[in-house]
């Protein structure tokens, strides 16, 4: 499914680059390992799709404000059409002043405040990548949305507040599940799509689903031994779920496209009206 996203993406960059390639800026401050191996990932697929990129490391110690100095830089380029500063930020940086001082048009991550409103009014916009790839994949699965119930597990800005809006907006009744839920395993068994984005290994298990739902397991985490497992037991979506996405694999490959492909969106914008 990621080769067929960037496949569709090929010729609108061939297109755009009889002008000039997209653009896309990554900070990524410090030497997290994780964010390390994202960031590669996201300059492997800029390279392997003819978007330009542009990977800026500024060290660990760098202050709020000259944080902020180089997403002002960037804003300011017209060559660079999408600005990513990748997460987690060091603990001396002020994140919120970071992700509000994107220019909202470059915010190809789609966590600047305006696009969220852009996502909560239904206003078109840059969507979050992780839950703009799980819509892909419901619509591309032909999985039925409408009139569904869906469960989303975890409540975070990135992953689980976001994909219950585009869940919403599809006319999926929502429930939205933290860890104050009563009863989660009960809610959850009420799901026919059920989201798990809660960041624990293994935690939901096969009885923790209606027979038959769609399980989407967004959850990275990395074991001792270096293995990264999702949030749902495997053994028990097997058994009981009609479709599940694996982890690795899954969603995580996805969430790169939909960053591939907001990056071409800003591209034609930024052409279109240049
Ligand atoms: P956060 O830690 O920001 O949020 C986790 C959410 O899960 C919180 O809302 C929390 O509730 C809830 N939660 C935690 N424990 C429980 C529990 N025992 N019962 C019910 N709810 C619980 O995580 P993210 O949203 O950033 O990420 C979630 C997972 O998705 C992580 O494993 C992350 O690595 C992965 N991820 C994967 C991506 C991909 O591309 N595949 C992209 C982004 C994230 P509360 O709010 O009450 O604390």
């Known amino acids: 499914m990621r080769d067929q996203i960037l496949a569709e993406l090929r010729p609108r960059v061939q297109k755009l680059a009889a002008r000039r390639p997209p653009g896309l800026a990554v900070v990524l401050v410090g030497h997290d390992p994780g964010s390390e191996i994202y960031v590669r990932n996201k300059i492997k697929a800029c390279a392997d799709l003819g978007i330009y990129s542009e990977k800026i490391t500024p060290n660990e110690t ?9 997403v002002q830089g960037l804003n300011e380029r017209r060559e660079i059409d999408g600005i990513l500063v990748q997460m987690p930020l060091p603990k001396q940086i002020d994140s919120r002043r970071i992700l509000v001082s994107v220019n909202p048009d470059k915010d190809v991550d789609g ?35 409408q009139g569904q119930k869906a469960v989303v597990v975890g409540r975070s800005d990135i992953v689980g507040k976001p994909i219950a809006l585009l869940l919403l907006h599809q006319n999926a009744t929502v429930t939205i599940c933290h860890s104050k839920t009563v009863n989660l395993e009960e809610e959850c068994r009420r799901a026919d799509i059920l989201v798990a984005a809660m ?23 990395r074991l001792p031994d270096g293995k990264v497992i999702g949030d749902v037991d495997p053994e028990g979506m097997r058994a009981n779920a009609a479709a ?28 279109c009206s240049a």
Do not use: Q, W
């Open 199 to 221: 960041g624990r290994p293994a935690f939901l298990k096969g009885d923790a689903i209606k027979p038959g739902a769609t399980v989407i397991d967004v959850g990275m985490n």
């Open 62 to 70: 760098i202050s709020t404000g000259d944080l902020l100095g180089i």
């Open 111 to 145: 966590f600047h405040p305006m696009n969220i409103g852009n996502l909560v009014a239904g206003i078109p916009g840059p969507r979050a990548c992780t839950p703009a790839g799980i819509m892909e994949l419901l619509r591309r699965y032909e999985i039925p949305v």
């Open 244 to 271: 599940f996405t694996p982890v690795p694999g899954g969603v995580g490959p996805l969430t790169v496209a939909m960053l591939m492909s907001n990056t071409v969106a800003a591209a034609e914008r930024h052409l």
